[in-house]
């Protein structure tokens, strides 16, 4: 059996490798992840990882670098780094060898929060330990204290099972003993153990392929392709922080409660410091840690988000001639802070799973902050949220059964174009479960799924997006687990722009009675015929309404997405009983906005002809 210390295998290559082959080259390192991913997902049983995906698969060096990445939830590939560097530690020097599986998921060890299993594959090449094969996915059920999702808990503890850089296979031989206790300690035992076999085939086809790519090219020169790919990505990360003007830029917003002391809202802070061609976020002031799971892994979850923010911004295939070799290069500019203590870098033993939400909000804030040196590279508001949702009962036999949905928000107007409708946004990358899916398989029904009509998006040049509305029914007794946010704080306009509108949460009961309830809530329980309806916040608007084509809020009219009175009130267009556009009366309304905008209030008006007489 061939083994490896990794301390003894840290040579980085020096090799310079001609253009044309580093294209070739990067295109199957990519090629590569991407591959790793889709047998993720399309050898898992669990609706989480086959449907919506939330997943991530990617190749890593001896130092833990990221040579490449699949197109999976930026949180995932984000992490993967930070789960290596704890499974280092927790495995302190130990040898790795042929045939091993590590498997791990600790918050203070670098994961991005405990039902994400990641599963590591060392790569050999000519019996040296070379890289790293490893993917993440969020599992459904890891026995934490209620299923699927947990908000109001006390410590760490209560997440479920914890996994420190865990070999389940050693040498090719499966640790029996932990895959036992696994299935001992999942509510969804079956699901997950497929799941993470799904994993393990996952990581180690990424594994094969990286020594095929080896045995075509050779170590020194893939690894130095790897390298100057990475440097590539980084020179250009850097040239777009350089165009921002150097300073401190500041945003900050209020979450509504951590899921159990309601009356206290948490405040973040986001102070963007640009220097060069480097660029620091520093989340001092922002809310100590709670005493519940809504805390945030640092190495796991905030510093992947905030470099989420500026891949986004910075990095959009679409504003840029050559997409970026999606590699380490991108984190490696930006510099992220938070003290010890605070909401976004919780001390240990606190609870860290509900964490999605804040580090949404985050990026939100990041991107309010550069709007007025950027505002051709951001949005307004965004819903900077996600409807979490965790469904369950008991089944005839005794079992459970646990479903996580994941239902979408809207992103705020942009520079050029609407807000898309109904779509996640900012670091969220999953597919919605279908709906024929869901009553397959699971003893529930979905009642309306469609874009809210009950508010108005934020209006502006270009309008925000509008939110999903969704209600689930239940048909056997059961129980919701939910973790959303945005009910009180409302996405903001930009540059002209209203704000657009929070979500809300409705319980309803089998009698047809219905009652708002807050965005978090634990293990409620609902009896057959009862269940919940989200509906998701809506973006804010981009740019002053009365620039919006009037034809464009007509259509928005007949597609039942704006009001005659809405379009009257907010963008100063005329439509008729017909649903027809009045051209003068739109015309003679928008003179007179425009003429009420430039005269001071009737007040102030009063005060000076009493100071002029």
């Known amino acids: 059996m061939r083994s490896a210390s990794k301390e003894n295998q840290m040579n980085p290559s020096n090799t310079k490798v001609d253009p044309i082959t580093l294209q070739v080259i990067s295109g199957a390192l990519h090629t590569i992840a991407e591959e790793m991913g889709h047998v993720l997902y399309r050898m898992s049983f669990s609706s989480i990882i086959r449907e919506s995906q939330d997943i991530g698969a990617g190749l890593f060096d001896l130092h833990f670098n990221t040579l490449t990445e699949s197109e999976g939830s930026p949180l995932h590939i984000g992490s993967i780094p930070a789960y290596l560097r704890g499974i280092d530690a927790c495995l302190q020097g130990g040898t790795w060898n042929e045939g091993d599986v590590v498997l791990h998921n600790h918050p203070y060890y670098g994961a991005s929060h405990s039902p994400d299993l990641c599963i590591v594959v060392p790569v050999f090449w000519r019996g040296e330990l070379v890289a790293f094969a490893a993917n993440t996915a969020h599992h459904v059920d890891i026995g934490a204290a209620t299923p699927g999702l947990i908000i109001d808990i006390p410590d760490v503890f209560a997440e479920g099972m914890l996994f420190a850089g865990i070999k389940l296979y050693e040498g090719g031989k499966r640790n029996e003993g932990l895959w036992q206790y696994i299935g001992h300690n999942s509510r969804t035992a079956k699901q997950t153990k497929d799941d993470i076999d799904a994993q393990i085939a996952s990581a180690l086809l990424g594994a094969q392929r990286m020594q095929e790519l080896l045995d075509t090219y050779g170590k020194e020169t893939v690894f130095g392709a790897a390298d100057q790919l990475m440097d590539y990505t980084e020179a250009m990360m850097r040239s777009r922080i350089a ?188 597919r919605n479960n279908p709906i024929e899916d869901l009553g397959m398989h699971l003893p529930m029904v979905c009642d309306r799924y469609e874009l809210r009509d009950d508010v108005m998006p934020g209006a502006g040049q270009f309008r925000g997006g509008i939110g999903v509305v969704k209600t689930q029914r239940l048909l056997t007794d059961g129980a919701i687990t939910h973790e959303s946010e945005r009910h009180l704080d409302v996405p903001w306009g930009a540059f002209g722009g209203t704000d657009g509108a929070a979500g809300r949460v409705e319980i309803f009961l089998p009698d047809g009675t ?48 704006c009001t005659r009175a809405h379009a009257f009130d907010a963008y100063g267009v005329v439509v008729t009983e017909a649903l027809e556009l009045d051209e003068s009366a739109t015309m003679a309304r928008r003179t007179l906005i425009r003429l009420e905008r430039r005269l001071p209030p009737l007040a102030e008006q009063g005060a000076a002809v009493v100071e002029t007489v």
């Open 514 to 561: 219905k009652q708002d309830t807050y965005a978090k809530f634990s293990n409620l329980r609902v009896p057959a015929g009862g269940g919940m309806a989200y509906y998701a916040p809506c973006g804010g608007g981009y740019g002053d309404p009365l620039d919006r084509p009037a034809r464009l809020v007509l259509e928005d009219v007949l597609d039942g997405f």
């Open 243 to 430: 165009e921002i003007p150097d300073g401190e830029y500041f945003a900050e917003g209020y979450l509504d409660d951590d899921g159990a002391n309601r009356d206290k809202r948490l405040p973040i802070k986001v102070c963007v410091r640009v220097t060069g061609d480097s660029v620091e976020v520093d989340l001092t002031g922002s809310a100590d840690q709670v005493p519940t799971g809504f805390n945030v892994p640092f190495e796991g979850s905030t510093k992947p988000a905030c470099y989420c923010a500026f891949r986004a911004m910075l990095t959009d295939a679409a504003l840029m001639e050559v997409k970026l070799p999606p590699n380490e290069g991108s984190f490696r500019p930006i510099k992220v802070t938070a003290p010890k203590g605070s909401i976004f870098n919780p001390i240990y033993p606190a609870a860290a799973e509900a964490r999605f939400t804040q580090c949404n909000r985050m990026i939100d804030l990041i991107i309010k902050a550069l709007a007025p040196v950027m505002p051709q590279r951001v949005t307004a508001g965004n819903s900077a949220t996600l409807s979490f949702a965790a469904y369950s009962g008991i089944k005839a036999e005794g079992d459970y059964w646990v479903f996580l949905e994941v239902n979408e928000g809207a992103y705020g107007g942009r520079p050029h174009s609407d807000g898309p409708d109904s779509i996640d946004n900012l670091m969220a990358n999953t």
